[in-house]
């Protein structure tokens, strides 16, 4: 079965890195779309970032663009999300997912049980 299992996460002071990876299995990693989600605390789900099935075009969205980059290594079954110059509003559970197909890059169909990111000094 499609298994997606976050790793990386942790504490990181303001104007910190961390980097995400998220191992799939399961499926044919290198024939979807994948993305990172974000949940903070008391908040909705909030898409983050996507890219596409053999990594040639990525999204993110305005509150991580320029800060946060997305990537794939489709031999490794493995996506990335490296994420600089970390605000405490990035503080969040953050999730990655299969893309569903045929949808936009913001509807899944998988996601794991997430990574926990805290920034704060």
């Known amino acids: 079965q499609v298994q997606l299992v976050e790793s990386g996460g942790g504490l990181a002071q303001p104007g910190g890195s961390l980097r995400l990876s998220c191992a799939a299995s399961g499926f044919t990693f290198s024939s979807y779309a994948m993305s990172w989600a974000r949940q903070a605390p008391g908040k909705g789900l909030e898409w983050v970032s996507a890219i596409y099935s053999d990594g040639s075009i990525t999204y993110y969205a305005d509150s991580v663009k320029d800060r946060f980059t997305i990537s794939r290594d489709n031999a490794k079954n493995t996506v990335y999300l490296q994420m600089n110059s970390l605000k405490p509003e990035d503080t969040a559970r953050y999730y990655c997912?299969?893309?569903?197909?045929?949808?936009?890059?913001?509807?899944?169909?998988?996601w794991g049980q997430g990574t926990q990111v805290i920034v704060s000094s």
């Open positions: 997912a299969k893309v569903r197909p045929g949808g936009p890059l913001y509807e899944y169909d998988y």
